[in-house]
Antibody
């Protein structure tokens, strides 16, 4: 079964750092882009950025560039989203999603989400 | 890079047809495929439509997508109670390489 499994919920105080993870299985992880999507409480979906595990090429939304870092360890099929200094406004659910080729580059597989509370 | 424009809400009674609109620009919807995602309460989004009007395996044919120019729409026919959810459109945006833009989301209520 193709799936993305994310790390568990986390509670932090402002100024702390955090790294959340997204582990892929059931497919060749290195060949598919992984995107990160934020959903603030009661709000819509916002694309934050994406990474290609094969060569670590990364794209960021201007809204998130410089505030988060997206990385990957393809040897363990895991992508990461990290903050150096969290703010209260970072409180949100964060989803990782695979960009699928058979679905016209849509985000076809989603993780279950990681709730971050600051 | 602005979000795509969707109505905040839509509603219908069981069996009715509901349509959700999604408006963008020449750099996103006008140049690229449109996707639709369904988010049931408390769950992760799920791909509903890709390449404007294609359905992934398992998605009922009650859901249909279309696109014209810089606008797109999702129609739900034969509305059912389990269709009550948030629906988001999305498209790649050519203004910045590899960038995705989502719609603001539409809450569908089954009366």
């Amino acid at each position: 079964e193709v799936q993305l499994v994310q790390s568990g919920a986390d509670v932090k105080t402002p100024g702390e750092s955090l790294k959340i993870s997204c582990k892929g299985s059931g497919y060749t992880f290195s060949r598919y882009w992984i995107g990160w999507v934020r959903q603030m409480p009661g709000k819509g979906l916002e694309w934050m950025g994406s990474i290609y595990p094969g060569d670590s090429e990364t794209n960021y939304s201007p809204s998130f560039q410089g505030h988060v870092l997206i990385s990957v360890d393809k040897s363990i099929s895991t992508a990461y989203l990290q903050w150096g200094s969290l703010q209260a406004s970072d409180t949100a659910m964060y989803y990782c999603a695979r960009r699928g080729y058979n679905s016209g580059e849509a985000f076809d597989i989603w993780g279950q989400g990681t709730m971050v509370t600051v | 890079q602005s979000a795509l424009t969707q109505p905040p809400s839509a509603s219908g009674t069981p069996g009715q047809r509901v349509t959700i609109s999604c408006s963008g620009s020449t750099s996103n919807i006008g140049s690229n495929s449109v996707y639709w995602y369904q988010q049931l309460p408390g769950t992760a989004p799920k791909l509903l439509v890709y390449r404007n009007n294609q359905r992934p395996s398992g998605v009922p044919d009650r859901f249909s997508g279309s696109k014209s120019g810089t606008s797109a729409s999702l129609a739900i026919s034969g509305l059912r109670s389990e269709d009550e959810a948030d629906y988001y459109c999305a498209a790649w945006d050519d203004s910045l390489s590899g960038h995705v833009v989502f719609g603001e989301g539409t809450k569908v209520t089954v009366l």
